[in-house]
């Protein structure tokens, strides 16, 4: 069965010299988050099945997509694709990354991808360490969300814009805390420069 990754380029506008910069130059502590993300996902599967999504890629993100021999699409013309596929009798399997959630390796996406003969859907999910804010839980909750932007992983069948939009059907895979970091905020850099470098 083949498996498909995808790896979403951060939409966020960061301010550069005064100019936009480009989403494909992204770095932390030195390392480029995109290809990063790019290594990770070929240690999953092979480079012709590795789709780059953004709505419009830089030249340093178009740069990357043709030294590494990969795909641009857009974000649902990846799910328009892969529904295609499925409707077809496509079986397989469907990886999300993100460029701004950098995995250490591979092992937990293979975790995942094993837990789809019994599962349709896995999510990552970690714990952080105690006193940590994603500790608390979210005003209107009672317990705390550990669900993480490291990885989804999905069976092709499901990857379909209406189930895309279905909540509860997922598994959750707890992995380590050291084992990704998530960039969303500018504040997060100083702490996502450490992980990388420990991963070294």
């Known amino acids: ?3 498909w990754v995808g790896i979403e380029v951060t939409r966020q506008m960061r301010l550069e010299d005064g100019a936009l910069a480009s989403a494909g130059k992204l770095e932390v502590g030195g390392v480029n988050l995109l290809a990063h993300q790019i290594d990770i996902a070929k240690q999953i599967t092979v480079p012709e099945q590795i789709c780059v999504l953004t709505p419009q890629g830089d030249e ?3 740069e990357m997509i043709a030294e590494h021999g990969l795909r641009e699409l857009a974000p649902f013309d990846f799910i328009a694709m892969l529904s295609d596929r499925a409707k077809h009798g496509e079986e397989g399997s469907v990886v999300l990354l993100r460029q701004i959630v950098p995995l250490r390796d ?3 996406v293979n975790q995942a ?3 789809l003969t019994k ?3 896995v999510i990552s999910a970690s714990k952080p360490p105690e ?3 994603r500790h608390e839980p979210l005003p209107d909750q009672t317990e705390p969300d550990y669900r993480c932007l490291a990885f989804e992983v999905r069976r092709i069948s499901e990857f379909s814009m209406q ?3 279905g909540v509860g059907a997922e598994e959750l895979l707890y992995i380590g805390w050291e084992e990704f970091a998530e960039y969303t905020r500018q504040q997060d850099e ?3 420069a450490a992980t990388l470098e420990r991963w070294r």
């Open 106 to 108: 591979a092992k937990p």
């Open 1 to 3: 069965m083949s498996t």
């Open 131 to 133: 006193g940590h804010r």
């Open 60 to 62: 340093a993100v178009l």
């Open 119 to 121: 599962h349709k859907v």
């Open 113 to 115: 991808l094993e837990l």
């Open 163 to 165: 189930s895309m939009g």
């Open 190 to 192: 100083p702490e996502v």
